[in-house]
């Protein structure tokens, strides 16, 4: 399923493959790869690893744009206000090498986690960007019974997403 206007970039209209996703939606299964620095290993990631837990997933385009970093950094500043039960994935089409590396040069804590196995994940969230070949940005929180308890797909690629109301779907999930 193709999406066209829904994306931008300036005047730039972008199409993104997949459908969007939805509130009580389940949340669909994914398999996705980090570099683990202590065995300095590729380790692979689903769904099923973190059931129990909230999730917020910080998708970006990717971490070399300045945007993307500001955004992860954001999230990263916010993981102080969010329920101990509650958790955050930063998804990005790079590799796990190099999302290892900025992770380590910007002090971010929380797992970085990589697309690049395939498009299924973008296509399968609703956010694959056909033009740029990587995720569109946005945000979802996930309740701790794998569905979707808040979606926001950022539709200018240049701007930041809602995190005021993202913290805020964070806490209501925990709080149920």
């Given amino acids: 399923m193709e999406r066209i206007g829904e994306a931008f970039a300036g005047t730039e209209l972008l199409t993104i493959m997949g459908r969007q996703l939805h509130t009580v939606d ?7 790869d980090y570099l683990d620095l202590a065995d300095q290993a590729v380790h ?26 500001r955004v992860t950094q954001q999230w ?16 990005s089409m790079d590799s796990p090498q190099m999302q290892a ?8 804590l929380h797992q970085l986690l990589c ?29 701790r ?11 200018d690629q240049l ?3 809602d995190y005021a109301a993202a913290v805020l779907a964070v806490q209501q999930a925990a709080a149920q």
């Fill in 26 to 32: 389940p949340a669909p299964d994914f398999r996705l």
């Fill in 44 to 69: 692979t990631v689903g769904l099923a690893d973190s059931t129990g837990l909230v999730r917020l997933l910080n998708v970006v385009n990717s971490l070399e744009r300045p945007l993307c970093q």
């Fill in 76 to 91: 990263e500043a916010l993981c102080v206000v969010l329920p101990p039960d509650a958790c955050i994935y930063t998804v």
């Fill in 159 to 161: 701007h930041e997403p």
């Fill in 115 to 143: 697309a690049r196995r395939s498009v299924q994940f973008g296509q399968d969230y609703g956010e694959w960007l056909k033009e740029w070949l990587v995720l569109q940005r946005s945000v979802f929180v996930l309740d």
């Fill in 101 to 108: 590396r900025w992770q380590d040069t910007a002090g971010v």
């Fill in 145 to 155: 019974n794998d569905h979707i308890f808040y979606a926001e797909y950022v539709a």
